[in-house]
């Protein structure tokens, strides 16, 4: 007996997964070809830097064997060709499938519905809508890229057993365990880029690289908001000159630091200021939207958090929580308010929780980011 199509698009689901981090300014989208018999034919996932699309590696893993078969696939197949290959819609009616079972439309206004269009009309029966919502979690970066000209943030915080974040004093201070604290790696993996304020700079001292054992290459982007551009060049963050530093500062100001900073690998990039002089967050991530980042790993301190909660600009927040009180100097995760900011504003919905030892780990993500386009068709 063949697997359902909800089985075979959670397999697509794990592969999209692997390649979160890697393929911006693209979606991470996986692809499976599967005969009648339920045989899989071909696997793919979206290779790093975007190209080739996931559709492409598993038609070609397939070969002659997709004439009949089912495709599915996490994000409808584009319809726009690229400098590096056709447009994946093209590929797939090429390939003279009987079936696309389809866990989303591709926002994005080169296809939108054009995908699926070309399908049908190369005979192609097509289901959407199949773990959609799954699939929008998995590409929610797009989405909000395509949809709010912004990345997808992602709060990260840890905190003691009574709800406060450790205060640093020059090099971090860990207040979960070592199998906590390689989750969080894999965070910063499948993400393009992980954003500080300086004030983490100077407390932590930290590299903000991914440390998973033979994960290196996976490290994202480093954002360090800056308004003035008085971050330390000797800070450790630049030490690792194969991942990029950007510091993002106030443009149309004088920032005397600029040449040591460049001179450490830094680039610079200048974002408007808002009523009260502060960067303007909206700017900031529309800034490193416009850079190709679709997915942001907030790091940051508690004036970052809030702000970006005073924003509504956090889409997901994942919160560790140690066994021990982070003590008497540790700081409110939102300067002057707690958790219950967030968890209990009845913006977000909690949808993970897992134990790491005695740490635990909470996952919670803002309603209806993606409700127009959950509903199958």
């Known amino acids: 007996?063949?697997?359902?199509?909800?089985?075979?698009?959670?397999?697509?689901?794990?592969?999209?997964?692997?390649?979160?981090?890697?393929?911006w300014p693209n979606p991470s989208v996986g692809a499976i070809v599967v005969a009648p018999s339920g045989e899989v034919l071909g696997r793919g996932w979206t290779a790093p830097g975007g190209r080739p699309h996931a559709e492409a590696i598993a038609l070609e893993h397939a070969g002659a064997a997709s004439a009949g078969a089912t495709l599915y696939v996490t994000l409808e197949p584009c319809a726009h060709a690229g400098g590096r290959g056709p447009a994946c819609a093209d590929a797939v009616a090429k390939a003279r499938l009987a079936r696309a079972v389809i866990a989303l439309r591709d926002p994005d206004p080169r296809t939108d519905g054009g995908g699926v269009a070309r399908l049908l009309e190369a005979g192609i029966e097509v289901r959407e809508g199949v773990l959609a919502e799954e699939a929008c979690a998995v590409s929610l970066g797009h989405f909000m890229r395509v949809s709010e000209g912004r990345p997808a943030v992602v709060l990260k915080l840890a905190v003691g057993s009574d709800g406060l974040v450790p205060k640093g004093n020059g090099a971090p201070v860990w207040i979960t365990g070592p199998d906590a604290r390689a989750h969080a790696h894999l965070l910063r993996a499948r993400c393009d880029a992980i954003m500080v304020g300086r004030g983490t700079i100077l407390a932590d001292n930290p590299s903000l690289t991914c440390r998973l054992p033979g994960m290196a290459c996976r490290s994202p982007v480093r954002v360090v908001l800056d308004r003035?551009?008085?971050?330390?060049?000797?800070?450790?963050?630049?030490?690792?000159?194969?991942?990029?530093?950007?510091?993002?500062?106030?443009?149309?100001?004088?920032?005397?630091?600029?040449?040591?900073?460049?001179?450490?690998?830094?680039?610079?990039?200048?974002?408007?200021?808002?009523?009260h002089g502060l960067l303007a967050l909206r700017d900031?991530?529309?800034?490193?939207?416009?850079?190709?980042?679709?997915?942001?790993?907030?790091?940051?301190?508690?004036?970052?958090?809030?702000?970006?909660?005073?924003?509504?600009?956090?889409?997901?927040?994942?919160?560790?929580?140690?066994?021990?009180?982070?003590?008497?100097?540790?700081?409110?995760?939102?300067?002057?308010?707690?958790?219950?900011?967030?968890?209990?504003?009845?913006?977000?919905?909690?949808?993970?929780?897992?134990?790491?030892?005695?740490?635990?780990?909470?996952?919670?993500r803002r309603k209806a980011r993606c409700s127009p386009v959950l509903s199958p068709t």
């Open 1 to 23: 007996m063949s697997a359902s199509d909800e089985d075979h698009m959670a397999q697509a689901l794990l592969l999209a997964r692997r390649g979160l981090g890697t393929t």
């Open 228 to 275: 003035r551009l008085r971050t330390p060049p000797e800070s450790q963050i630049f030490d690792d000159l194969m991942v990029p530093v950007w510091l993002v500062c106030a443009a149309d100001e004088e920032h005397p630091n600029t040449d040591a900073l460049q001179d450490r690998g830094a680039e610079i990039v200048a974002v408007p200021v808002d009523e």
């Open 284 to 364: 900031v991530l529309e800034t490193l939207a416009h850079r190709g980042l679709t997915r942001v790993l907030v790091e940051g301190g508690p004036s970052v958090a809030r702000a970006l909660l005073d924003a509504d600009l956090i889409d997901e927040a994942v919160i560790y929580r140690g066994p021990e009180p982070a003590g008497a100097e540790a700081l409110k995760p939102f300067v002057t308010e707690g958790l219950d900011r967030l968890t209990g504003s009845g913006h977000f919905t909690q949808v993970q929780s897992r134990a790491f030892g005695q740490d635990r780990m909470t996952w919670f």
